[in-house]
């Protein structure tokens, strides 16, 4: 082995390394003033205890069923504790009470826990700080990813089995159920990445959710009067897109579909999405079957084919498939032929998709730089946003229609949050420009971002919002609004 003298060497921070690729890999976040955070994921009793954490902070399920004190470690190797805010003896959320209440119950959560699993923690806590693993290039592969809200029945059963198994790595070389790339909240604030609005999202599907989707779900539904009342909203939102494109065709755009991706006519998968949604539209009852097929077998052509694509077409035939899942969904009625689980393989399937379009760019260096942009680049790009933000809006809404755990999506935390509908909508380059320049000046500290939408807390007495979010939402379009009220109608918490 080669002495420290001869190691190669960082020459800002002057830490040495075996192998000169590491340096390599090293320079690229060192020199941007870049720290890693803590690669530990799960908490600290879930950790000790081998067994999978679904991540849900400020309390993983499993520790809020055995009343334990729930703690990640942080980037040095201690210990977090969960915020007084959230922490209860007894496994509820505590919501307006007073400091003394909250401190009252998290002293008894303290208690409650045994020293065994302290034991455990401290010994889980020691093995982090004393482990090492090889350095990445990759930035998401330093981030914390997240979890979906899964209830604590189903998240043990599947512990046990993932305990039995092997590990899973971002390759995907090992088969286990544990989860792939799938960002989790606050992951940026503590990540001390400087600049997150550059990191595009994997999408990837977690094999866990897979399991969950394709599986019977829970016993109990969500039965919540506000979550309920906002999926009902979102789905007849979503239901009124398919809608607008067979009634007015295309003087009046579903808001994921941007005027300038019709510049040059219609791209064939929306040509067919339009004849079938006038079919949908005009369907009776006898030709119900017929029509659910046709569109049944669309779809799948589309998954079959979406690969052989250039950008504006996947674009296309992504926004196509949204629109003709919202049809077979929530549009046209049960049928045998998407009984469970074909209805959560097609959700499954989208994942692919959703992936494939993140590859194609997400993000403008205009946009990071708060600079004017290239309006077909920006319109482009803003398409591309909107149609992952509508897929996941879909797989949300069927998530807690039929009683399984939602779709959290905190893995879009760095997307600029959809452009004020001034923006959107307007149709003439000269006029965008100096809208846009408006824009940039009343955002002088930056566009507002998707993760400060999930930070907006729906369980507050008032109801004012912060200044940035209180302008954003006054220039936001119906898809917006429509965000705003699936990520704040279901008592997320932070």
């Known amino acids: 082995m080669s002495s420290p003298q001869t190691r190669p060497t960082c020459s800002r921070c002057s830490r040495c390394f075996t192998k000169t690729s590491s340096l390599t890999r090293h320079r690229k976040?060192?020199?941007?003033?870049?720290?890693?955070?803590?690669?530990?994921?799960?908490?600290?009793?879930c950790a000790g205890s081998k067994l999978r954490c679904d991540l849900q902070r400020p309390s993983?399920?499993?520790?809020?069923?055995?009343?334990?004190?729930?703690?990640?470690?942080?980037?040095?190797?201690?210990?977090?504790?969960p915020s007084l805010a959230a922490v209860t003896a007894g496994g509820s959320i505590l919501h307006d009470q007073s400091p003394d209440d909250q401190s009252l119950r998290y002293n008894e959560a303290v208690n409650a826990s045994t020293v065994s699993s302290a034991q455990k923690t401290t010994s889980s806590i020691e093995s982090i700080g004393s482990s090492t693993l090889p350095e990445s290039d990759d930035p998401l592969s330093l981030v914390d990813c997240g979890a979906e809200s899964t209830p604590p029945s189903q998240a043990d059963t599947s512990r046990e089995n993932v305990s039995r198994g092997s590990v899973s790595d971002r390759d995907g070389t090992f088969d286990s159920m544990t989860a792939a790339p799938e960002i989790g909240r606050g992951v940026f604030e503590e990540s001390g990445i400087d600049n997150p609005e550059m990191i595009a999202p994997e999408l990837i599907i977690s094999s866990y959710r897979r399991q969950i989707l394709l599986g019977a779900a829970r016993d109990t539904p969500n039965t919540d009067p506000v979550a309920r009342h906002t999926m009902?909203?979102?789905?007849?939102v979503l239901k009124s897109w398919p809608r607008m494109m067979a009634t007015?065709?295309?003087?009046?755009?579903?808001?994921?579909?941007?005027?300038?991706?019709?510049?040059?006519?219609?791209?064939?998968?929306?040509?067919?999405?339009?004849?079938?949604?006038?079919?949908?539209i005009t369907h009776s009852e006898g030709s119900r079957d017929l029509v659910q097929k046709t569109i049944h077998d669309e779809v799948r052509r589309l998954l079959r084919d979406y690969n052989t694509y250039n950008v504006m077409?996947?674009?296309?035939?992504?926004?196509?498939?949204?629109?003709?899942?919202?049809i077979l969904f929530f549009g046209i009625g049960p049928s045998p032929a998407l009984a469970h689980p074909i209805d959560a393989q097609l959700l499954i399937d989208m994942w692919n998709v959703k992936r494939s379009l993140a590859s194609t760019g997400l993000f403008l260096e205009q946009e990071s730089n708060h600079t004017l942009p290239s309006w077909k680049e920006w319109a482009i790009v803003s398409a591309k946003r909107r149609t992952i933000l509508g897929l996941h809006h879909l797989e949300w809404a069927w998530s807690l229609r039929y009683g399984y755990p939602i779709l959290t999506c905190f893995e879009l935390g760095p997307f600029p949050?959809?452009?004020?509908?001034?923006?959107?909508?307007?149709?003439?380059?000269?006029?965008?420009?100096?809208?846009?320049?408006?824009w940039l000046r009343q955002w002088a500290d930056g566009s507002y971002k998707m993760m400060e939408l999930f930070r907006v807390n729906a369980g507050k007495e008032s109801d004012a919002l912060?200044?940035?979010?209180e302008l954003w939402l006054a220039e936001a379009d119906e898809f917006g609004v429509m965000l705003m009220a699936e990520?704040?109608?279901i008592g997320v918490q932070y």
């Open 232 to 236: 009902h909203f979102v789905i007849r």
């Open 487 to 489: 990520t704040n109608g």
């Open 313 to 326: 077409e996947l674009l296309a035939a992504a926004q196509s498939m949204l629109i003709l899942l919202i």
């Open 248 to 280: 007015h065709h295309t003087s009046h755009l579903p808001p994921i579909i941007h005027r300038l991706q019709l510049a040059d006519g219609i791209p064939i998968p929306l040509a067919y999405c339009y004849t079938l949604a006038k079919m949908w």
């Open 466 to 469: 912060d200044p940035r979010s």
């Open 60 to 81: 993983c399920s499993r520790c809020l069923e055995r009343t334990l004190v729930c703690e990640y470690a942080s980037r040095d190797g201690t210990a977090i504790a």
């Open 29 to 45: 976040r060192c020199l941007q003033n870049i720290k890693g955070p803590s690669r530990r994921k799960s908490c600290v009793a």
């Open 417 to 438: 949050a959809p452009a004020a509908r001034y923006l959107w909508q307007n149709a003439h380059e000269k006029e965008w420009q100096c809208l846009y320049k408006d």
